[in-house]
């Protein structure tokens, strides 16, 4: 089988993503928290911890000869008013959701390059679009949208590098979207993991023409005006 290491495969959109590969390939899941999957690897890290996280890649590195694919999920999300922001949670997002990526992306190159593999991004919507007090998590993600072309050409033409840019994916089993929640998108409906499954499965078979490319996923609401 070949390996894909998911980074924050225990919850959300990375563990439907998970969930669906694991027949096909061996995933790694390196993630804060777990949460058991079986034919799931699971290595416990703390993204925002540079030193802690070079250490998990070493260990991984022991533990696999190959790597077919890179899928940067992580992320912390924070709403709060920009005054009462502090630098240190600044700070944790941004080394979480973007630093972490890179190193990920740079010491696992090597490995990508022998495999001809690929790197996928998980960016979103907030990269072009903020609510307020989001700074720190529009930043994160505006930068993982152009990490993600810069290392398409730094990692041609061996390593095929995209990124998916969802929208609303609802992740609460809990929760039913409305009426209105729908009817705001385009496609009718509020997004679900599965969707951003589709796309990453689908650039899993990219032959190597798709490269440096995003992919929204957000049910066309970010092409939709709308006026109040």
Not at 93 to 112: C, G, M, Q, R, V
Not at 199 to 219: A, E, M, Y
């Amino acid at each position: 089988m070949k390996n894909i290491i998911i980074t924050g495969a225990s919850n959300g959109i990375g563990r439907v993503i998970a969930k669906n590969l694991r027949k096909k390939y061996h995933i790694i899941n390196i993630d804060i928290v777990e949460n058991k999957m079986d034919k799931v690897d699971f290595y416990k890290c703390d993204l925002s911890d540079k030193g802690q996280l070079l250490r998990t890649i070493e260990k991984i590195k022991t533990n696999i000869d190959s790597l077919y694919a890179l899928v940067n999920n992580a992320a912390i999300f924070s709403s709060k008013i920009l005054e009462k922001q502090t630098i240190e949670e600044w700070e944790n997002i941004i080394n979480t959701n973007l630093t972490a990526p890179y190193i990920l992306s740079k010491e696992f190159s090597n490995f990508l390059k022998e495999s001809q593999g690929h790197i996928i991004n998980i960016s979103s919507t907030r990269a072009i679009m903020s609510e307020v007090g989001t700074e720190a998590y529009s930043a994160s993600k505006g930068g993982i949208s152009s990490l993600t072309h810069a290392l398409a050409i730094s990692l041609s033409p061996d390593v095929k590098v995209n990124s998916i840019t969802p929208g609303w994916i609802n992740t609460n089993e809990d929760y039913l979207p409305t009426k209105d929640d729908n009817f705001q998108h385009p496609s009718g409906r509020v997004g679900t993991p599965d969707d951003v499954v589709d796309v990453v499965k689908f650039l899993l078979r990219n032959k190597g023409f798709i490269t440096g490319s995003d992919f929204v996923v957000d049910g066309g609401m970010t092409k939709k005006m709308i006026y109040v």
